[in-house]
């Protein structure tokens, strides 16, 4: 949740400049008719205790609470979505920790505006009282910017708390990470949000004018945004309704948050990778979940075809040989009648591709023929195998000893195709689930007649 910069004595200015000295005299003398402030910034706990949905942070034994009572309070990165407390909780730390708090945005802050920072804090550790210094988005700092964090926080002139909503591991650097303890905060979830609404409740003296079941839908709406559900309280009680509002009618009236997706960013890669293992466990019910999260949060449906028909050349293999081919077909629907025709194809290969028996057999043969192939380098395949157009292929034994296997008994010569000093080797080793339990069955009976054809035996061998 948004907070106000504190400022210090003398300090007056913060990074951007004095909070009044752009506005009329006229205008500043009003302070008796000044905007009450909204909900949630009203709402904003004034103890640790009272901030909901982060217990495994600041409950009794919370990594945060365990780290106050030692009296150490380490540099921090607060990772969570938005309005889940990551501001409220690093001003109460510094009031807890008896830290000065400053706060800057890395979307408006460059290089001179962390010296100034960095140089008050100095100032301020003169008078033995150190600095706890917020960074909102602190994932927007180039690498260099960041780098210019360590320093200070190695010699204690600043206690960091960084917020983000991107995975630390990608958007920050490996150095500033060392020195940092990441938190994860939650989304809020449905009894976090009921405590907010009751709160807020409280400090109207209003009861919501919502149904049972439009109190849950709110909840729903506000998905695991604190800030945002308050703000749709401010709405609800500003409407003139003369019964309680149901979830129609509250849909109607109020906007739907957006839902949390990036196409390009970590929780892109998270979806995808939910859609990929419901699949991969054959579950279709909640892989039609994923790939409509995908959807609905603004993904490209080609992308999608991409991926699932990777899926099916990787996860199901020849345990159901029609899956890649349906892959295929539903891509060609999709690009014959676009959105939202075409999504339905691809829902039928989500079902489809959930339901079917999985092999990775083709996957795991295909790594392994790859790394025998570079061990092995440029040996030359048999000579028997090799055509051999002209007469001097032929007398120096190009396709001398060749057998023609629809010649052979069964249609089975069992001749050795691999290269001459090279060990066979079984690269393909399918299941039995699905069609490869017909395909197992077919490779184990020709290996037993490769078997008693390479020592002499009946040549031969029933299935």
Request: glycine share 10%.
């Amino acid at each position: 949740m948004a907070a106000r910069r504190e400022t210090s004595p003398g300090q007056g200015d913060d990074l951007f400049g004095s909070p009044t000295q752009d506005i009329p005299k006229s205008a500043r003398n009003a302070g008796a008719h000044a905007p009450t402030p909204p909900l949630a910034d009203r709402l904003r706990p004034a103890r640790l205790e009272d901030v909901v949905g982060q217990d495994q942070l600041l409950g009794p034994n919370g990594a945060l609470t365990l780290m106050l009572e030692r009296g150490s309070l380490a540099s921090l990165i607060l990772w969570g979505g938005p309005g889940v407390g990551k501001t409220t909780i690093a001003r109460l730390l510094a009031k807890a920790a008896n830290l000065r708090f400053t706060q800057i945005s890395a979307v408006f802050s460059g290089v001179a505006d962390l010296k100034k920072v960095f140089e008050e804090a100095r100032a301020y550790a003169q008078t033995g009282r150190g600095t706890l210094l917020f960074v909102d988005e602190i994932h927007r700092f180039n690498r260099a910017q960041q780098d210019g964090f360590l320093p200070v926080v190695e010699d204690g002139t600043i206690v960091l708390v960084g917020a983000t909503t991107e995975n630390p591991s990608f958007a920050l650097n490996s150095a500033l990470l060392s020195r940092c303890q990441v938190m994860v905060l939650r989304r809020l979830d449905d009894p976090a949000l009921e405590a907010l609404l009751v709160r807020a409740e409280e400090e109207t003296g209003r009861t919501l004018p919502l149904t049972e079941a439009g109190r849950a839908t709110l909840r729903a709406m506000a998905d695991g945004d604190g800030r945002y559900l308050l703000n749709m309280v401010e709405q609800i009680l500003s409407l003139k309704t003369a019964k309680p509002l149901d979830p129609q009618e509250l849909a109607r009236l109020l906007a739907k948050r957006a839902v949390l997706y990036d196409k390009d960013r970590e929780e892109h890669y998270n979806l995808i990778s939910a859609l990929h293992k419901s699949l991969r466990g054959s579950d279709p019910d909640a892989a039609l979940y994923w790939f409509a999260r995908m959807l609905e949060g603004g993904e490209d449906p080609r992308y999608l075809a991409r991926r699932l028909t990777r899926f099916a050349a990787e996860d199901v293999g020849m345990a159901d040989p029609s899956a890649l081919p349906l892959a295929i077909a539903a891509w060609e629907t999709y690009e014959r009648l676009g959105s939202p025709e075409g999504e339905l194809a691809l829902a039928q290969l989500v079902v489809h591709l959930g339901t079917a028996p999985k092999s990775n057999a083709v996957y795991k043969a295909y790594g392994a023929a790859r790394r025998a192939a570079k061990a092995t380098g440029s040996l030359m395949p048999p000579a028997h195998i090799l055509n051999a157009p002209t007469k001097l292929m032929q007398d120096i034994g190009y396709g001398d000893g060749y057998q023609y296997d629809h010649d052979a008994e069964e249609g089975f010569s069992g001749q050795n195709y691999f290269p001459d000093g090279m060990k066979r080797q079984r690269f393909y080793n399918p299941t039995g689930r699905g069609y490869e339990h017909e395909v197992r069955r077919r490779l184990d009976t020709w290996a037993k007649m490769r078997a008693s054809r390479a020592t002499g035996g009946p040549s031969r061998t029933g299935p």
